[in-house]
């Protein structure tokens, strides 16, 4: 499933340059959208009654189309990864009953902003006569069909949110590095002795494999290591909540509110385990009834349910079972001295290390496709390898200079996902709104303006808080 998805975002995200032509008069449709498409059938920034007899979904291509099944196990597995195991250390910063209620309220906020994403995706494909739009086509048409001051910064805009998507993949992907590299030291430490090998060094020692992994350029290629991943996190995940449940203690051992500092840590790590937007218009794209996506009870209110629901649930549990001792990730805290507790975290580690090629490979396709033609075909091949080389090499080289896994994971989440979750669903709802259509008294603007707000006081704060924690860390 993850696999699917995956690919769904690799074919809308990361092979651009490659156009459709506008349908004709007699009813031939486009196929796709991007920033090359000629926008000719209606007056640009202008509303059109006409606009509303083309469906866009009418004119998809569902060859093979996901049914409503399906959609909804690539957005469940898009977004149960492994932030789901560091919900309890989010609540912790939270504290049991702001960080309960908090992660619902921010479930729904990202639910919401997922909803005004695909809804201004549809409207705009019928302003532009367009099937289907990904994430960055659906900004782009949006600053392009809106107020003429912002029109020329339509190109800007697509290249902003790639820009942000490959930003967030790499960033996850750092990620996966220190959380497999601090499990691997918290093992190896058990049997040589507290301080007595570099977190840094262990990190180090999975150039070889993520280098491989880095390397390959067909998903077909992956689906063993996907499979393994799989199953490894299955058994692993199902082990872990073995542990929590056995370890709960009573409500009295734990903080019911944290300190004010502690809140823009949760918001962020919440933000960070919940987010998936990235994979949303690829699925609602593949569809074969995309209508079915929205509404009530629609694939998405389901999908974000059941993930608010486990989310909030694992985070409370866990935070009961360890308390003010919760790790970022909580299978760190599962006991270093028993063996199945061992099995447990190497099992969740494999899954992580053979998740890492797929996390960059949506990275790293968009970006080599946006340089290739730069390169004669004699070393392109050379320059691919450098490039997924050296992107790789970047991500091992963050987190051994980072290292400090709660902090980086809260970075990752204020900086990117506030930014690519909430701000820019936002700021193209509102623009794609802006001719008439922000409602009474101008409600959707000022929702946008609020949601905007949150969004950079998350990104302020949540950076903040995130650098001080690494640069204590550093001096302790």
């Given amino acids: 499933m993850e696999l699917r998805g995956r690919l769904n975002i690799v074919i809308q995200q990361a092979i651009m340059g490659k156009m459709e032509k506008d349908a004709e008069s007699s009813g031939n449709s486009m196929k796709d959208f991007n920033s090359s498409t000629?926008?000719?059938?209606?007056?640009?920034?202008?509303?059109?009654?006409?606009?509303?007899?083309?469906?866009?979904?009418?004119?998809?291509?569902?060859?093979?189309?996901?049914?409503?099944?399906?959609?909804?196990?690539?957005?469940?597995?898009?977004?149960?990864?492994?932030?789901?195991?560091?919900?309890?250390?989010?609540?912790?910063?939270?504290?049991?009953?702001i960080g309960g209620l908090g992660t619902i309220i921010i479930g729904i906020i990202c639910a919401h902003c997922v909803h005004i994403l695909v809804r201004s995706s549809h409207v705009l494909c019928k302003r532009t006569k367009t099937p289907k739009m990904t994430y960055a086509d659906t900004a782009y048409a949006a600053f392009l069909c809106g107020p003429k001051p912002l029109r020329p910064w339509a190109n800007a805009s697509r290249i902003f949110v790639n820009t942000a998507l490959c930003a967030t993949y790499v960033g996850g992907a750092c990620v996966y590095i220190g959380f497999i590299g601090t499990?691997?030291?918290?093992?190896?430490?058990?049997?040589?002795?507290?301080?007595?090998?570099?977190?840094?060094?262990?990190?180090?020692?999975?150039?070889?494999?993520?280098?491989?992994?880095?390397?390959?350029?067909?998903?077909?290629?992956?689906?063993?290591?996907?499979?393994?991943?799989?199953?490894?996190?299955?058994?692993?995940?199902?082990?872990?909540?073995?542990?929590?449940?056995?370890?709960?203690?009573?409500?009295d051992t734990v903080d019911l509110f944290s300190r004010p500092a502690q809140l823009p840590i949760f918001f962020a790590t919440v933000v960070f385990a919940i987010e998936g937007i990235g994979v949303v218009m690829p699925v609602e794209n593949s569809m074969e009834k995309p209508q079915h996506f929205l509404g009530c009870p629609g694939v998405l209110n389901i999908t974000m349910s059941i993930v608010v629901t486990l989310y909030a649930v694992i985070g409370v549990f866990g935070y009961l079972a360890y308390g003010a001792e919760t790790e970022a990730i909580v299978t760190l805290n599962l006991p270093a001295d028993d063996i199945v507790g061992q099995a447990v975290k190497l099992l969740i580690g494999l899954a992580v290390l053979f998740t890492y090629g797929l996390q960059l490979f949506v990275p790293l396709e968009i970006m080599w496709n946006s340089i290739r033609t730069k390169f004669s075909h004699k070393y392109e091949a050379l320059a691919e390898t450098t490039l997924r080389t050296l992107i790789v090499l970047l991500t091992v080289?963050?987190?051994?200079?980072v290292q400090?896994?709660?902090?980086?994971?809260?970075?990752?989440?204020?900086?990117?996902?506030?930014?690519?979750?909430?701000?820019?669903?936002?700021?193209?709802?509102?623009?794609?709104?802006?001719?008439?259509?922000?409602?009474?008294?101008?409600?959707?603007?000022?929702?946008?303006?609020?949601?905007?707000i949150f969004s950079m006081m998350a990104l302020g704060f949540g950076t903040w808080i995130s650098i001080e924690q690494i640069i204590e860390a550093y001096k302790t």
């Fill in 404 to 452: 400090e896994l709660e902090a980086f994971i809260s970075l990752v989440g204020a900086i990117f996902f506030s930014i690519l979750g909430v701000s820019i669903p936002a700021i193209v709802e509102t623009i794609s709104c802006w001719d008439g259509h922000l409602g009474t008294f101008k409600w959707r603007l000022i929702k946008n303006s609020i949601l905007l």
């Fill in 183 to 251: 499990t691997i030291h918290q093992i190896a430490e058990h049997y040589s002795g507290p301080n007595t090998i570099n977190k840094g060094s262990m990190m180090l020692t999975l150039i070889p494999a993520v280098v491989l992994l880095g390397q390959v350029r067909n998903l077909k290629y992956m689906v063993p290591f996907s499979m393994v991943a799989n199953v490894s996190m299955m058994v692993g995940f199902t082990a872990t909540l073995y542990f929590i449940f056995r370890d709960i203690k009573p409500i």
């Fill in 397 to 401: 080289g963050i987190a051994v200079g």
């Fill in 38 to 97: 000629k926008i000719a059938t209606i007056t640009i920034g202008d509303y059109n009654e006409k606009d509303e007899f083309y469906d866009p979904f009418e004119h998809r291509d569902k060859k093979h189309a996901n049914s409503d099944v399906g959609s909804l196990a690539h957005l469940l597995k898009s977004s149960l990864g492994t932030g789901i195991l560091a919900m309890p250390n989010a609540i912790r910063n939270g504290g049991l009953i």
